[in-house]
């Protein structure tokens, strides 16, 4: 019995030695992976229904950039306007923080109605012919477009849907549509197709503030998880090539490491 115990004992003070090396090796690693940067270009609709929407991104830009900061991403934010009676397509903030996306977004307005969405996406991207957009975008970024609109993309000038997939396709940028109905085919799948998704709209177009913080919540863990996903898929882009997103297999071998040693305690135990 006291030979039993004894191994028992040694056995339990190497499985707790063992997890501790392991998990403390997953932690460092993860603790020594590059901050992946990313610029992200947040394009909104200016046109006379989009009011309560506009100031409740102002007002959550904080909530949203600390969760991509917590999981390890640096992020700029840019503000370009669309729609804006007189002035279609409008630079209103170049690359900032949190701090200074929330200042510059008091002066979105309300105003217009026509919506260039296909053209505002290729101003952000610098790609405009009628007038650029200057945006000073960091080389070892991931480029991030999110549009916010309750409209089709109407009234533009050089692009269309094909032309803006495209456009998006050849700066490697990621795109998401936050508009208020999925059956705005063409700008989902401009979503879908450059490494979003679709997002409703109506959950940042009302009042009730908790409604308002759970989308934002959900929206930035999404962004979290695509800008993650975006390195793990391009190792190489030069926003990834310094960097190392712990990956699903780093985990799994964890996770099957924990387990066997259990196991390995737990038959010990019986004996």
């Excluded at 009011?51 to 950039?65: K, P, S």
């Excluded at 050089?158 to 059956?183: G, H, I, M, P, Y």
Aim: glycine content about 6%; overall charge negative; hydrophobic content about 40%.
């Amino acid at each position: 019995m006291k030979t039993n115990i004894s191994l028992r004992s040694k056995l339990g003070k190497w499985s707790s030695v063992a997890l501790m090396t392991i998990f403390g090796l997953f932690c460092s690693s993860a603790a020594n992976a590059a901050v992946i940067k990313t610029d992200i270009v947040m394009i909104v609709d200016e046109s006379g229904s989009m009011g309560n929407v506009q100031t409740n991104l102002r007002n959550n830009i904080g909530l949203f950039a600390s969760i991509l900061s917590a999981g390890g991403i640096d992020a700029s934010y840019a503000l370009v306007g669309y729609g804006r009676s007189g002035e279609l397509i409008r630079l209103i903030t170049d690359f900032t923080d949190a701090s200074g996306f929330a200042t510059a977004a008091s002066n979105l307005v309300a105003s217009g109605r026509t919506e260039p969405a296909y053209d505002a996406t290729a101003f952000a991207l610098n790609s405009l012919t009628s007038e650029t957009g200057n945006l000073s975008y960091r080389a070892d970024a991931v480029k991030n477009m999110i549009l916010y609109t309750d409209e089709r993309s109407n009234g533009d000038s050089e692009f269309n849907a094909q032309s803006t997939d495209a456009l998006l396709k050849a700066n490697n940028s990621l795109f998401n549509a936050v508009v208020s109905r999925q059956d705005y085919t063409d700008l989902v799948d401009l979503a879908t197709n450059n490494g979003g998704r679709f997002f409703d709209l109506d959950f940042l177009n009302t009042s009730d503030q908790s409604v308002v913080q759970t989308f934002v919540e959900d929206f930035a863990r999404a962004k979290l998880q695509e800008t993650l996903d975006f390195c793990t898929s391009n190792p190489n882009d030069p926003a990834c090539a310094s960097v190392s997103v712990p990956s699903p297999a780093s985990l799994s071998l964890f996770l099957f490491a924990l387990i066997a040693l259990g196991n390995k305690r737990l038959k010990v135990s019986k004996q």
